[in-house]
């Protein structure tokens, strides 16, 4: 039998990725091939992906490479130099500004890949997403992540106790 590899066409867009779980959440990381997105800030970045190469995240997200419940994100350059990096989150039906399991995942993926500098006994990682700035956390003993945590932003609650009529409920 001859396993030679396929001559791939010179055409074809060839993107590598990492898959991830958090808890039995999946991630799927793009970390090359990915067209180059153009813009100053992550949400500039994250509104040409949506005008431009949505497909791209379909092909990815949905069956047969992904399913119903798939997530993925980009790594994209930060909005300035005091982040490490920037993230755009994606899904089976779209885009979120947050994720918590993959700001887990990529905490993780970050350090271990050597994309952070690893520091004992935690390491700092500081994510532009589109909500905002995230700072996470991975503690590290004798070399290997042990744990991780996360600051997201700000947020709060509007209005307590409230009702609300929903018509034809």
């Not at 996360?150 to 947020?155: H, Q």
Request: proline share 8%; glycine share 8%.
């Amino acid at each position: 039998m001859n396993l030679t590899p396929y001559p791939k066409p010179a055409h074809w867009l060839e993107i590598r990725t990492i898959d991830m779980h958090t808890g039995g959440e999946p991630l799927r990381v793009v970390i090359d091939g990915w067209p180059k997105l153009p813009g100053r800030t992550v949400l500039d970045r994250r509104r040409h992906q949506m005008e431009h190469y949505d497909h791209l995240r379909q092909a990815l997200m949905w069956e047969p490479r992904g399913h119903a419940d798939m997530y993925g994100c980009l790594i994209v350059p930060p909005n300035d130099k005091e982040a490490d990096f920037g993230i755009i989150f994606m899904h089976n039906e779209g885009y979120s500004t947050m994720c918590g399991h993959a700001t887990i995942a990529i905490t993780r993926l970050a350090v271990e890949m050597g994309w952070v500098r690893k520091r004992e006994p935690e390491t700092r990682v500081v994510i532009d997403a589109p909500c905002g700035r995230l700072v996470s956390f991975a503690a590290i003993e004798t070399g290997q992540v042990v744990a991780l945590r996360f600051e997201g932003v700000p947020s709060f609650m509007l209005a307590r106790d409230q009702s609300l009529e929903v018509p034809g409920l």
